[in-house]
């Protein structure tokens, strides 16, 4: 069942998160992992969403390889940068099976 990490994100540093963005995709992408939503700014249609927050939705075959993912090699090059670069907030939910 396909799993899904959603990041609620907003820049500190848009040259860091630059070099964030194209380290995470390579690691994402090895992970088998594909974005759905990259850096949108949603509509609230309840609530309030803060004006400087994005949102980027990635879909991974299971919850295991997307965690498998998070723990990488490969993905720790990009979370070296996160912190100086990104405020975010991560999250993971599975998917609906079909």
């Known amino acids: 069942m396909p799993a899904y990490v959603i990041s609620e994100v907003e820049v ?3 040259e860091l998160a630059d070099t964030y963005r194209t380290r995470a ?6 992970y088998g992992g594909r974005y759905i939503v990259r850096g949108a700014a949603p509509e609230a ?3 309030i969403w803060p004006a400087a927050q994005r949102v980027v939705v990635v879909e ?3 919850a295991d390889r997307a965690k498998e993912w998070y723990a990488s090699s ?4 990009a979370l070296e940068l996160r912190e100086t670069a990104l405020e ?6 599975e998917g609906v099976a079909e």
Not at 25 to 30: L, T, V
Not at 74 to 77: F, Q, V
Not at 88 to 93: I, T
């Open 12 to 14: 500190l540093d848009e």
């Open 25 to 30: 995709e390579a690691s994402i992408r090895r």
């Open 74 to 77: 490969e993905y720790a090059e």
């Open 60 to 62: 991974f075959p299971d």
């Open 88 to 93: 975010r907030r991560l999250l993971l939910v």
């Open 45 to 47: 249609m309840e609530g």
